[in-house]
Every structure is written in structure tokens, then in C-alpha cells.
């Protein structure tokens, strides 16, 4: 086990360094427009804008750029916004919006499992009666449907029916519940399908039939049997989503005004704020592959079936 | 969606309008109309005064305004920030030397007093004694507020490692700036290896024409003479004065928060995130106090327009603006009386033409005086106006560059009002609906032969990409590429266009096919500089007359200018800019400019088509009680709020009144 890890470690890191030097020197190619707002293309003269691509160090080598921001990431100074936010410190921008949507993302997650999971359990147990048709309902709705339709429709609609602000606001709670609910409706909904999938297939299998036969209740073994192997499939997922619960929404957090971390990376790609997205980006990479990694050790922990190294002989 | 669906109600309103009226606008005037409001008919100017006061007697008034932002606060580095919005909070933050009463005539601000020497060349500015820079928390600093401030400012932006925004017109203006800045760029790039840097900047007071006489005393010398520069202050933020040695010790993070930065205005930043919420919080030791009275000012983040409106229906704003667009859905609600229409904009929305374009057909063309005409007149502005206007689109249409009531020669003469650009503003370009297939006939005589084969243009193949690649053939039609954002309101616009086009040239002459660009870059993929990119033939876009010169805006769209994206070549309008830029007297300077935007827009080398004003508003803000910021951003000093919203009725009365009182205060400053 101990090798394992330390293989996968090695390979994660291999991973995320490649990620990131892929990333660094793509943006180097990116044309020199793409620094410049809409403002100084049109107004300043060529010379200005050299000087300003100079003072911003853009102009220099690329590995000479590479190891300026390797040499202050290990002294721990993850630089400056370039364009997003200029020359405010990166450090800063990720302290202000990272809580704040790791806290939505977080409490929606949690809010995804238990309800997703629930409404599964439901939609298997009234299998092809009301409470199937409407959970099928419900999911079609959310995955069918366009989210900007149904959010807006419960940030003016449903806010107006309980009396609920229609931005959050971190000092009133009640602001917090409409986006931590919209912010859900995707994840219950996702996990209710896959639920109720995977434990229908369960339903069809040998032991199902053998438990039964051995006179076990339905919902002992829905619960016992056929739910512990019907979740394998998801645990998988749980790390990658609890970690990179740090990347936000960012329909939910522009409507609800969240001044957290949605759209961050897209913004600074259209804006070419390099130091910001190669931040990002190594942020995110580690956040995935760390996740990726957990969900193998959890889903070993959770099926005794499945072994990580290969049994020695 | 619903504001998708309001676009397109108001293109096949637009569209229905112009088959039902064949090509002349009803009433066929393109000047903006000045209508008097129904309830002000009849009624003298005391009676317009007393209903103006019996709206407010009574009234109480609000002590918080309650606002919003749509995008995120990048930074509060005044002087390096491109940010419109940023500048709206500093400009109540850190006060000028001078400012606009609320009729726009300049009073003192952080200088008591000024004075300029006969050809406005060198201006003194006398600062208010004992005043200070306060903290984000509002207590005083050790820091003195003093003419050396003023200076230092311009030290801050002569420096190009402080990355100084919007440079050219202060640096061109101000004597030794210019040498100044790109001696210290020269040493930074290496091209000048010789001098050092400490030194250049050591001479900085010797070089550059800003001195501190006395520690109350400032006086800029100007390179040329700038009777406008009052205007230039207001408008701005390079002018405004910094604590250099605070500025210093923070360095790169002067600016980045509430906490980095200093105040001397009628507020100061108490609260600021970023991507959130701002207040603004009342100076307490702010030199014109008794005139603040708003406590404080409470911005939030509000992205969507739609949410704006619906939160001021429900009172949690003060303020709200309201799209054309949602105007048609308001308008019959009961909010309908409560719709104000945005009065004013500097900015002018024209038709950019390429002369170099990769499209050989339009490349041809464009070069022909009588394409360009038939271009000018088959525009039909007002039903254009009408997608952003849909109540009186007249108001908005705007032939000429520079705005209407933005600049004013020594008698008071609207600059739009001299001869020969008077002629052009009054014009209405779509009075004779044959103008414009008859200018494309005489067009395509001089350039076509009897075959209808465009001269010298070969079959092949415009590559206008990552935009649009498209085949062209040589002949008639003229194939015209449009190109626009993919906003749905652009797509709107350009749609139109295209009809407009080929029903008053005639589909059998020209081709106009529009285009899109969806990078969300506009001006890094299809043009904005002129060194390129070239990835289309016609465009529209803006230019907002800066400060109460013309100088602003003619001066950078010249043939060598960075903003002639056309690359059209015009010596004539060269030589007549040069001659304004020289010219004796200030009357004779705008003179000059008139004549120069004259021919440029006879020639139609640009095509303005309207002002940049859209939409409408809901207020609790009585109007005109602020200062009337004309080139600058909104003051909420002297701001009146009350406790709920105005009427557009009362709107007007105020208006009225405000027109008359502004009359005679310019009378008694004569």
C-alpha cells in the first residue's frame, strides 16, 4: 500500500508539474492584444503599450518569466493579478473568495448527497409509481431544462413568495438559503439518477434474488445489499467534488452576487491575467489529481472487492 | 430571455415601422427634439419654480443611497485604473482642485482660488490651508494636505513603472511631461544606457512644468494653450493629488484596497469588497461638509439589470437603471410613471470603415467619396435609434463627432453650432429616399465596367477570421462585411443595418453580410488600433468627447493616429487640426476643429449615426442637486434623496426649474 501511494504520489506530481508548464508556455503564445482592455487598445500608442507589457515583465524571456514565478512560489508570494485585478496580490484574491465559495459549495454538496441519495432510495422504492414519475420529473427538469431559466425563476419568483433577499448577503442567513438550494438542485438531481440507476441494476442480480429468497425484507435489502454496492460507483467521485468545491458557479454567484471563486479562471484566460491563471490552474490540477487519487483509496475502503496493488504471488 | 424576447419585439417593431413608412422617418428631423412636457405647458417660469419647491416641501430626506455596481472593483489605483466605475467612487473620494457647481459652473474645490495668464498657458491654483488626507476609518493622518500633493501626482504618473492610465492628453499638455516620461522609458527599455534613472528623476522639478510656488501655491505650465483646463480637472483623474510618500512606502499596493490608499474628499471607502458591496461613509472633517447630505453611500454588486429593477420595486434600491428594452414591459405597470429617460451622453455611437481591409470589392469602394455618401445617407437613424430609444429615437440621433452642448467658444457658441459643422448636425441624411442608390450609381460608374465587373478586383476569397472567411467575386454586388460582438442587441442593430442598407442602395448592388465575433475580445480580433487587426469593413463603435475641447477626440483620429482604425489617409483634415493646435485664440482654435470634423464627416470617412444615450431610470435622487458633472462622474456630494421614488412628472418640474434657476446663474456669472 505504502509503495502504491508513493507511486501515485510521484505520478501526481509528475502530472501537475507538466499541467502547469504546458499551461505556462501556452499562454506565452497567446497574441499581445490579448493583455490590453478594450480601453488602452483603443487609446494608447504602440510605445505605451510596450511599456506597459515591459513593466508588467511580459516582455521578458519565457523561462526566464517561468522561474521568476517558480523561485517566488516556493518563498510562498504567488504574485499579482496582471489584468482581472491589477497588481492586486493573488494571495489576497484567493483569501476573499475561496471561503466563500468552499462554505456554498460545501453546505450544497452535503445538501446534494443527503437529498440526492434520499430521493434515489425513493425513486427505487415506488419504482414506476408517483413518487418515481416525480423524481423523474424532477431530474428531467434540471437536466433538460437550461439553469439560467429555473435559477432566475427562484431568485425572483420564490424570493418574492418567502419574503427572501434576492442577493446573499453574509450577515443575514436567510440570504444564504436560495443559492445554497439552487446550487444544489444540480447534484441532488444527479446523484438521485445515478442512484436509482445503479440500484436497479442491483435489483436483477443473483445475490438480490438469494437475499430475498432467504426471506430478508425488501428494505433490509435495499439498504443492506443492494444501496452498499450501488454506491461504489459514486464514492469514486466524492474527493474530486469535495475539493474542487473551491471553483464555484458562476451563474449562481453573478446572480446572487457571491463574490466568490465562479468564473475566476475563465475571466483571467479571456483577460490573458497569467500569473492569475497559472495559479489557478495549478490550484485546480492539484485539486484533481489529489481527488482523483482519494477516490481510489476510498472506493478500495468502501469494496473490500477491489485491491490497489496486485496480490503478490 | 426576457430581454431577448424585448429585442426582438422591438426589431419587428422597428422593422414594421420601416415597411409601413416606406424610407422617410416620421417627421423627418434628425436634430434631437426639445419638446416641453405636457404638465409644464403654459406655466411661467415662477410658476415652474414654486411646483418645483412644493414637490420637496414636506418631503423627508433619505440619509443613505442605496446603488450598485455590475462589475467587480479591480483596484482603486486612481491613477492607473481604466475602470469607469472606479473612478465614480474616487472622484467622491479624492477631491480635484476645482469642481462643478450643480450648474456646472466651475467652484472651488480643493483650491479656494486660480488664475491663468492671458493665453491660458500657466495656471495658478491656490489650496485651502490646514486640511488632511484621512484613513479608510475616517481619522485624520499626519499628512498634510499641500500643493507639493498636486505636483507629486504628476511625478506619480510621469513615472512609467506606475503604470499611469489614459496618458497622452496630460502628457502632451503639461510642458516637460512628455520628455520626462519617455526619458525614463529610454533609460527602462535600455535604449538610453547613459543616464541614470535617480538622476532623471532628481530633476524632475526642473524638467516638468508643475511647481509648488508656496506650500498652498500650484501652477502647471501647459504646452499649449488650454482655456478648457478647468474642464480637464473635472474630467480627469491624472489631475488629482496623491500623499507621494505614503504612495511610496506602499508601492505596488497603493490602491489595492480601501485600507492602501488615502482621502481628502466628501467621503471615504469604510467598507470594500471588491466583488461585493462598497460604502462610502462621510468625511467628517471634509472641508464643505454642511453640503454632504448623504451619511453614507451603500454600493452593491448586482450583475443582472433585470434583478436591479426588481429590487427597486421592492425598495431595496434607490436607484435602478432600466434598459430599452425593459422599458417596453414596465412601461404599461405601475412603474410606468415612475420611468425617467438618461438625458444626456457625451459619447457618439458612428460607422468605422476600413480602407484597407482584406476585402478587395469594399477595399475598392471605400475609397470613392460617392460609395461612402451613399453609405452616410442609407442609414436611416432615426428607425436605427429606435431598437435603443423606442419612445422619441429623434432625441438620440447625432450626426456629428463630438457631442452637442459639450463645448462652448468665448461667446457661448455651441461648437456644433459653427458653420460648416452646424450644416452636417442639422442635416437629415434620410430626407431623399433615392440619395443614396443614386451616389452608389455614380459610385459604381467611376468604378466598375459596363459588365458591372468591379475594376481591378480579382474573384477570391476575404479572410476575416478568427471572424468570418467569406468568397467574393469581383462584381456586383459590393460585398460589405459587418462586423459586430455577439451581444443580442448588437445582432439586432447589424440585422437592421443590413436591411436598411440593401433596401436603400438596392440588393442588386450591394451585399452586406453581417458577421459576428465571439471571443468577447472585439478589439483584439477585429480592430481598435491602428496597426491593426483589419477583420472587417464596416464596424460601429464610440468616441466620447473627453473634456470642453475638441482636441480630445479629433486630435487621435487623424491619418497617423492611434485611433484612426480606418487607416483612411486625409492631409486635408491634418493640416486643419494643425492649424487649430496652432491657432491664436480659443475661438479660432474650435474654428479650426469645426472646420476639420467638418470635412471628415463630408467626406463620410466616419459615419456617426446617434449618441451613445440608451435607456431609462427609476430614482429616489431629487435632481440636479448634486454637482453637474458634465465630463466627470456622478458626485453624491450636495445629492438630495428622498424617501421614496420620484415620478418622471416630478422629474420634469424639476428638470424645468433646474434649466431656469442654471440660466440665471450663467447670466449672473457673466
Known sequence: ?313 | MKRLLALLLAAVMVLGLMAGCGQTPSGGETKPAESTPSNLEGKTDEEILDASQDILNGRELATTYQTYFSTSYASLNYFSTSYATVREIVSNCVDGLVEPDKYGIYAASLADSWDHNEDYTVWTFHIREGLKWIDHTGAETEYALTAQDFVDGIRYIGDPLNGAYSMRVVRNLISGLYDYYWGLDDIDCEIDTETNREDLVARFDEIVGVKALDEYTVEYRLDSSAPYFLSLIESSMLLLPIEYEYALALGDDFGVDNEHMLYCGAYYISEFNRDKNITLTKNPHYWDAEKVYLETVEYQMIADGTTSVEMFKRGELDYTSVESEEYLTLADSEWGSYLIPNEFSLSTNYLWLDFVGGNGEFRTFVQNENFRKALQTAVNRIVWAQLREPVDPARIVRNTINAEGAIFNSQGVDYTDLEPLAAIRNTDYSADPNAARAFMEAAIAELCDENGKIIGVEAGTVDYLPVISTEIDGALPVTLIYVGTDDESEIIMAQLFETMVEAAIGADYIDVVCAFDTSGSFYSTVGGSNDGPFNYDIYFDSLSTGYADPSGILTRIGTEEVENVGAYIVPEYDALIEKALNAETFDERLQYFAEAEAFLLEGAYMIPVMSSLRGYHMTYEVPYTAPYMLYGNVRYKGMQVLTEPLTLEEYQIQAAAWEIARAAALAAQE
Request: aromatic content about 10%; hydrophobic content about 50%.
Open chain 1, 1 to 313: 500500500m505504502k509503495k502504491y501511494i508513493a507511486q501515485r504520489a510521484l505520478r501526481s506530481l509528475i502530472t501537475v508539474c507538466l499541467v502547469f508548464v504546458a499551461v505556462f508556455m501556452l499562454l506565452r503564445f497567446m497574441p499581445l492584444e490579448g493583455y490590453f482592455s478594450d480601453e488602452m487598445i483603443k487609446e494608447a500608442d504602440e510605445a505605451t503599450r510596450m511599456t506597459y507589457l515591459r513593466n508588467l515583465g511580459l516582455l521578458d524571456h519565457p523561462l526566464k518569466q517561468l522561474w521568476r514565478f517558480v523561485k517566488n512560489l516556493f518563498q510562498g508570494d504567488l504574485g499579482r493579478s496582471l489584468t482581472v485585478y491589477p497588481k492586486v496580490p493573488i494571495s489576497t484574491l484567493l483569501a476573499e473568495k475561496i471561503p466563500v465559495t468552499a462554505a456554498f459549495g460545501f453546505v450544497s454538496m452535503l445538501l446534494g448527497i443527503v437529498f440526492g441519495l434520499s430521493l434515489g432510495l425513493v425513486m427505487v422504492r415506488t419504482k414506476d409509481r408517483l413518487g418515481d414519475h416525480l423524481g423523474n420529473g424532477f431530474i428531467l427538469v434540471i437536466r433538460a431544462v437550461p439553469s439560467i431559466l429555473y435559477l432566475f425563476v427562484i431568485q425572483v419568483y420564490v424570493s418574492a413568495a418567502f419574503d427572501l433577499p434576492m442577493l446573499f448577503y453574509e450577515d443575514r442567513p436567510g440570504s444564504w438559503i436560495l443559492p445554497t438550494i439552487s446550487l444544489s438542485l444540480g447534484s441532488v438531481a444527479w446523484y438521485a439518477l445515478w442512484l436509482r440507476r445503479f440500484m436497479v441494476d442491483e435489483l436483477n442480480q443473483d445475490y438480490v434474488k438469494f437475499a430475498q429468497v432467504k426471506g430478508l425484507s425488501k428494505s433490509a435489502v435495499n439498504r443492506r445489499h443492494i444501496f452498499r454496492n450501488a454506491i461504489i460507483p459514486l464514492v469514486i467521485y466524492l474527493p474530486s467534488d469535495l475539493l474542487l468545491i473551491i471553483s464555484g458557479s458562476l451563474v449562481i454567484e453573478t446572480l446572487y452576487s457571491i463574490p466568490g471563486t465562479g468564473g475566476l479562471l475563465t475571466t483571467a484566460i479571456k483577460n490573458q491575467d497569467n500569473n492569475l491563471v497559472q495559479v489557478l490552474v495549478l490550484m485546480y490540477a492539484v485539486a484533481s489529481v489529489v481527488g482523483v487519487f482519494l477516490g481510489d483509496l476510498l472506493v478500495a475502503f468502501v469494496d473490500p472487492r477491489i485491491k490497489l496493488t496486485q496480490k503478490e504471488e
